[in-house]
């Protein structure tokens, strides 16, 4: 079971912009596909974006399509979420998660999951 762990999260300010870092502990992150995930107070965990295990293929909710972007530096061991023109509805739980095969958007198909770090965005 690879043990993954979130990190970037804080507090700032409607327009600015926040890098979350998501690393295996104990494992590669090359052998994985990842995604990016949120949770809301109330509402359910919806996907954000996806990358490919090479990195060549991402995915991305079209909600945060153009504002988030996704990468993957093998180097580092460790995929990101960049965010950018942040808004108070981002505010949420963000979750990274990993599975082996296929890439895709739904979150009943990632087997591993990590703790979460929290964003939030004033206005």
């Known amino acids: 079971q690879v043990q993954l762990v979130e990190s970037g999260g804080g507090s700032v300010q409607a327009g600015g912009s926040l890098r979350l870092s998501c690393a295996p502990s104990?494992?590669?992150?090359?052998?994985?596909?990842v995604g990016w995930f949120r949770q809301a107070p109330g509402k359910d965990r919806e996907f954000l974006a996806s990358i490919s295990r090479d990195g060549e293929s991402t995915y991305y909710q079209e909600s945060v399509q153009g504002r988030f972007t996704i990468s993957r530096d093998s180097a580092k061991n460790t995929v990101y979420l960049q965010m950018n023109d942040l808004k108070s509805e981002d505010t949420a739980v963000y979750y990274c998660?990993?599975?082996?095969?296929?890439?895709?958007?739904?979150?009943?198909?990632?087997?591993?999951w990590g703790q979460g770090t929290q964003v939030t965005v004033s206005s």
């Open positions: 998660a990993a599975k082996s095969f296929g890439l895709t958007v739904f979150i009943q198909d990632y087997e591993h």
């Open positions: 104990g494992d590669t992150v090359s052998r994985y596909i």
